[in-house]
């Protein structure tokens, strides 16, 4: 359905889109607009209301207040089916493809042609050729449509989804970070399926952090900052300075506490780390009574990094030094040399949700005999100390607030007595409050503790970086560039840093 | 069944009370003893109209006590292997083969004593192999255990070429027996003593060990369990050899009431042991259950078997009645998950 952009209505139009969960306003006022024939980029940090945009544009989300239109026509999913019927295809960074079918039974997933009668009998020959016709009209009939998609590499798998939107006639694509699991070569391939899909007329919402990327392919942009649309225009014009202001906005609240810190001895030496498939590169050390911060795009390695130090993942080169500790080591030995991890997932992997606050605080430290009586004054000391909000020592942790489970998980690691804190996204999906006391917290452990901790910490909200950190060092695409105290960073330079990568190779 | 707040009791007791009822035994196991107790209820007053006899007696909560004995011992094995996220098929097999070790022992002319062992043994064996297997291999534990049940029933039968093995008189046949008049003050047979004895090892362990902890842990959420370094591989290893050997003890009762080695006895019987520890309150997904939930899952089973017999009902009533209990139990328990 590429016939038609002679209309003078846009493709796709939202104006005052707004979506509340709950307390947070995760949308706040979101005008976009993309006609046909056109690649429109959508920029934002991390949490600036992205992925709330694409929820409602698919139909998984109903926006409270606000109007879209399709061509014209109001358009309202009440669910995904509704928005694929519509045409509008979301491809999404995980991709949504059955890994056990051939690309062909892929590309036509939902859609099969049928020969009639009661069996229903699937026309193999015509799914082939419609699914080549797909493949051919993107240029990559090199992917065959018999071969199993679980085999194809990712890069290939992508393109496969891409032609599945394009083979049910969308009018609307989105594109939701499409190179940032895809290696440079592959990259260029699909700025190249981008630009031809433009020509064809199609309506293109390419979101990414890569702001470099934005420039090179896209003919207008929008800016999302907390849920608002900030800015946006002709890309031709836009410079990446005003792009990188627009991204960021505001300025660092008051809302760090800072002691009186002092750099004490190496505790953690890091060179040259690299993992599978990332980091690629990572070198820096952490020493006692500082707080390292470490800044990146979601997707970037800083995660992997982390997991690998704590002994989570394979270190496939370079060297770690933990005190006068080197070589291969287990997360169970980590613990016992006084390096853990708190991990940024607490439902998948920080907390056993279904077990007690006392279990969860003692799990990496249990005596071979566990003693109730022993244990729960124990709990009930850490949870005044940390001001946990919980009925006791024995409730289930899930049934606490995320801030409380958060504080219980940090508290697992100053329970097992750890001088290095690996802390991945600290104050990720807490309320104010609570982040405001784990800020606190954080402080307290390299200030107050004697002898003073290290902390190593992971974020991707940058006012909390630069809030927290005595030095910052960005991510970019698995190389870790060089730390640099805090005092030097602004939020700009981190951004920039973060979506271009260092001019400076590590120190 | 929910607390009585009205009751303006004196305080010694209202303390106990409020003591109870804030254990988290108790609680937990309320919904499973309350079906235990209903079961009952309902067949007494159905025993007692249509028959006049009485299901309550002293010698039948005996006999069903005894009935319930060899189930509830492999349950007490597969509590904790279902509490660490797994699952046992191989527990038939295993207690058919450690019957026909016994008895081959036996037969070869080892004392009692020894015999037994060699079963405990053989259970311990098995249950190193599902364990060896899913640790190493990392298949999961439904397959490799559906794999190990065929092996070990097929060593069973080859080891017994196939046919029943008669074993000479001894002890150990009185394990599960009625008891006679002259140890009348033993008030259970030794069986039953020891399903007591080990049903209080086991939820010790479970509640009051680093192990039994770490089972928890593994069951709940493996990746948080892994974070705070335990060792995930040599925790589950424990967890099927401790399954292997209650299913070994759960032979040596089965070979006790029978008497003989039957290397295709107690087939399918590793449903009735999963459903048992299901029923009281164990979760396939791991991370829960308990000891009592078990015991008082594979009772609920055995009363409900009792009952319908004693109504005379055949046996195809029997399997539609449990089977629907087991649904039933399960589908409440998630009801009142999902309220709480």
């Known amino acids: ?68 239109k399709l061509d014209g026509a109001p358009y309202a999913p009440s669910d995904p089916q509704a928005a694929r019927r519509a045409g509008v295809a979301m491809i999404y960074q995980e991709l949504s493809l059955a890994p056990h079918l051939t690309v062909a039974e892929n590309i036509l997933l939902g859609v099969e042609p049928a020969r009639g009668g009661p069996l229903g009998l699937l026309d193999r020959a015509t799914m082939r050729d419609r699914a080549a016709r797909a493949l051919a009209e993107l240029q990559h009939p090199g992917i065959r449509t018999s071969t199993v998609v679980g085999t194809l590499p990712i890069a290939a798998q992508q393109i496969v989804e891409i032609a599945r939107a394009v083979a049910v006639g969308c009018r609307v694509l989105v594109l939701d970070e499409p190179t940032s699991s895809l290696a440079r070569a592959d990259a260029e391939a699909m700025f190249a399926l981008v630009s031809r899909l433009r020509a064809q007329g199609h309506a293109i919402v390419y979101i990414t952090h890569f702001i470099e990327e934005a420039k090179r392919l896209a003919d207008r942009f929008t800016v999302l900052r907390d849920g608002q649309t900030v800015g946006g225009g002709p890309m031709a014009t836009a410079t990446v300075p005003e792009i990188v202001d627009l991204m960021v906005g505001r300025r660092v609240e008051q809302l760090y506490p800072r002691g009186a810190r002092t750099r004490g001895e190496a505790l953690l030496e890091v060179t040259d780390l690299a993992g599978a498939p990332k980091p690629t590169r990572a070198s820096f050390t952490l020493h006692r009574g500082e707080v ?101 020592p024995d409730q289930p942790i899930g049934e606490l607030s995320g801030g409380n489970q958060q504080k219980i998980a940090i508290a697992r690691l100053l329970h097992h007595g750890v001088d290095v804190l690996l802390l991945d996204e600290p104050t990720r999906g807490i309320d104010v409050a609570s982040k405001a006391q784990i800020y606190d917290l954080i402080d307290g452990l390299v200030t107050r503790e004697a002898p003073p901790k290290a902390v190593l910490m992971v974020s991707s909200y940058l006012p909390e970086l630069l809030g927290v950190c005595d030095r910052i060092a960005v991510m970019c695409r698995g190389r870790l560039g060089p730390a640099r105290p805090a005092s030097e960073w602004t939020e700009a330079a981190l951004v920039h840093e973060a979506a271009l990568g260092s001019d400076s190779e590590a120190a | 069944m929910s607390a009585q707040p009205t009751a303006a009791a004196p305080a010694p007791t209202a303390g106990l009370a409020r003591r109870l009822w804030a254990s988290p035994v108790l609680r937990k196991n309320l919904g499973a003893a309350a079906g235990l107790f209903a079961v009952f209820i309902l067949f007494t007053i159905l025993l007692a109209i249509t028959r006049g006899l009485s299901f309550a007696d002293p010698d039948n909560l005996e006999t069903i006590l005894r009935q319930t004995t060899i189930v509830a011992l492999a349950a007490l094995g597969a509590t904790i292997v279902i509490v660490s996220g797994g699952i046992d098929l191989s527990v038939g097999a295993i207690i058919a083969l450690c019957t026909v070790v016994i008895a081959a022992l036996l037969r070869a002319g080892a004392p009692p004593a020894l015999a037994a062992l060699g079963g405990l043994a053989a259970g ?120 292997g050997f209650f299913a070994g003890a759960a032979g040596l009762m089965q070979f006790s009431r029978l008497t003989v080695g039957d290397p295709t006895g107690a087939n399918g019987l590793e449903l009735n042991v999963i459903a048992a520890v299901v029923i009281g309150g164990g979760s396939l997904s791991g991370g829960e259950g308990s000891v009592a939930g078990a015991l008082i899952g594979a009772l609920i089973m055995q009363t409900l078997q009792s009952g319908c017999s004693q109504m005379g009902w055949p046996n195809w009533v029997q399997e539609i009645v449990t089977g629907a209990i087991i649904v039933a139990a399960v589908a409440l328990d998630r009801f009142r998950h999902r309220s709480s």
């Open chain 2, 124 to 243: 311990l064996a098995c249950g190193a192999l599902n364990g060896l297997l899913v640790t190493r291999l990392r298949v999961v534990p439904f397959i490799v255990t559906l794999g190990t049940m065929l092996l070990v029933r097929g060593v069973a039968k080859g080891l017994a070429h196939d046919q029943k093995i008669d074993a000479p008189q001894s002890w150990l046949n009185e394990l599960l027996s009625r008891l006679p008049a002259s140890r009348a003050w033993l008030l259970f047979p030794p069986g039953v003593w020891l399903l007591f004895l080990l049903a209080f090892a086991v939820g010790g362990l479970l509640v009051y060990t680093r192990l039994g902890r770490h089972v928890f842990a593994v069951g709940s959420n493996e990746q948080a369990a892994r974070l705070c370094g335990i060792p995930v591989a040599r925790v589950k290893l424990a967890v099927y050899i401790l399954g």
């Open chain 1, 1 to 68: 359905m590429a016939e038609g952009v002679t209309t003078l209505a846009p493709r796709l139009e939202m104006r005052g889109v707004r979506k509340r969960f709950g307390a947070t306003q995760a949308l706040g006022g979101v005008d976009l607009s993309v006609s046909a024939g056109e690649v429109h980029a959508l920029l934002g940090q991390n949490g600036a209301g992205k992925s709330t945009l694409m929820k409602v544009l698919s139909g998984a989300e109903r926006p409270d207040a606000g109007e879209m």
């Open chain 1, 292 to 392: 390292l911060g470490i800044a990146g795009l979601v997707g970037a390695g800083r995660t992997e990094l982390l997991r690998a130090l704590a002994g989570l993942d394979p270190v496939v080169a370079g060297r770690v030094k933990l005190g006068t500790v080197t070589g291969p080591t287990t997360p169970g030995a980590r613990w016992a040399q006084g390096m853990a991890l708190v991990s940024e997932d607490r439902k998948g992997e920080g907390l056993a949700l279904g077990l007690s606050v006392a279990d969860n605080l003692t799990l990496s430290k249990l005596p071979a005999i566990v003693r109730p009586r022993e244990r729960r004054p124990l709990t009930e000391r850490w949870i005044k100390r940390l001001g946990v909000r919980c009925q006791g």
